[in-house]
């Protein structure tokens, strides 16, 4: 093994003791909050409390690769929970509890975006309706007056 490999894998386990300790923490708080509190959050966000759970237990794994999928089909990602929350809010809640997020890891990595739409991602069949007509889909501009 050379040392640039060592280091790698040195840097990997620091950034996965990281989320794992704020994974912890995460659901520390949740646990800490009164029932009603937790029933409030979830409902800010459009999930159960179960659900809550399982998003906080997943902060940093599979959702965070749903902007990165987007991205590269060409899809904005930001737009989409702007302009669709409640989509964003699904596609979200679906990515965090995926089987296949290493395998998705692995594709995105390579930039193999469609290996996941076609084989395993459970928002393949929504991501691909999102990709219709990218460009007839902006973002209203309300800083202009009406003229």
Known sequence: MNEEHVSGFIER???????????????DELAACPPS????????VGVSG?????LARYA???SELLPQRLELLGIDAEYVRQ?????????????AACQASQRCRRDL????????????????????????????RKIPDTTRGTA
Not at 13 to 27: D, K, M, Y
Not at 37 to 44: C, I, P, T, V
Not at 50 to 54: A, F, G, K, M, P
Not at 118 to 126: D, H, I, P, S
């Open 13 to 27: 386990l620091r950034r996965s003791w990281r989320r794992s300790l704020h994974r912890r923490r995460t659901l």
């Open 60 to 62: 940093d794994g599979p």
């Open 50 to 54: 179960e659900e809550l759970y399982r």
């Open 83 to 95: 302009a669709m929350p409640t989509t964003f809010r699904e596609l979200a809640r679906v990515c």
């Open 109 to 136: 990595a390579r930039g193999d975006v469609q290996a996941g739409q076609v084989n395993y991602c459970l928002n393949g069949l929504t991501i691909d309706a999102l990709t219709l007509n990218t460009d007839d």
């Open 37 to 44: 509190e937790l029933k409030r959050m979830a409902a800010d």
